[in-house]
């Protein structure tokens, strides 16, 4: 089951937590997210990551499939980097296993070859070793406009759907 | 022989009552809480919660509340 949050103009600290009731019968079962929504994703700490959205949209024939990401370690302690959310269907990431203080990495996220033909929005979650195992988040979305695509205005915003 | 016959059946009966009786759904979730820590807004973030079902009889998902 896939939970989607559109944070909007949320701020501060944000909690959902939808019910799901079965013919198991009650009490209902329920999943919990949380999240903190930040207004200014280019003055986080301990890490800034640059651009904080991952936009690796296609418009045309070029086949665009990977986009860079820098992570910045604006502490005076050097960070552990992990992977704790990853939409495995669609893409793969490379990341060093650690940024040290004051000191910048790169990552890199490269769309499998089944998500080359999809439009998506989904999400990345990095963990870092520090005292509170701080979690940021990055919003990877992909778009496509193909030579001859008629169907869809320039302008009109991706459809998601839930699917699972 | 007639007497052992219909005991047969009516055990039979009663043991297929029982398990019937007996056979629930059970939902299992090995994660129940996802933390994204910060997140920018204007974006749409997503995770995928596992459900799995184990026990004697099927899982029906009825509803899902949004919370």
């Known amino acids: 089951m896939e939970i989607i949050f559109d944070t909007k103009h949320y701020t501060d600290k944000m909690s959902k937590r939808p019910t799901i009731q079965t013919n198991e019968g ?31 949209s296609q418009f045309g024939e070029k086949v665009r499939d990977q986009m860079k990401f820098t992570i910045m370690n604006v502490s005076d302690k050097p960070l552990a980097l992990s992977t704790v959310g990853l939409p495995t269907d669609y893409i793969t990431v490379t990341l060093p296993a ?67 | 022989m007639m007497l052992k016959a219909l005991f047969i059946v ?18 299992v979730m090995p994660e129940t809480t996802f933390n994204f820590g910060y997140v920018p807004q204007n974006s749409k973030i997503s995770h995928v919660f596992w459900l799995y079902s184990k026990g004697d009889d099927s899982v029906q998902i009825l509803k899902v509340v949004p919370g």
């Open chain 1, 26 to 56: 009650p009490p209902d079962k329920y999943v919990q997210i949380d999240c903190e929504v930040v207004r200014r994703p280019d003055s986080t700490y301990p890490i800034i990551i640059k651009p904080y959205k991952l936009d690796i």
């Open chain 2, 10 to 27: 009516v055990l039979a009966v009663a043991l297929v009552t029982v398990s019937a009786i007996q056979a629930a759904p059970r939902l």
């Open chain 1, 98 to 164: 650690s940024v040290p203080a004051g000191k910048s990495v790169e990552g890199l996220i490269k769309l499998k070859p089944d998500a080359l033909k999809k439009e998506f929005e989904k999400s990345l979650t990095i963990q870092l070793d520090d005292e509170k195992a701080s979690r940021f988040t990055i919003p990877v979305k992909r778009s496509l406009r193909l030579p001859g695509d008629t169907t869809r205005a320039a302008n009109e915003p991706v459809k998601t759907v839930d699917t699972k």
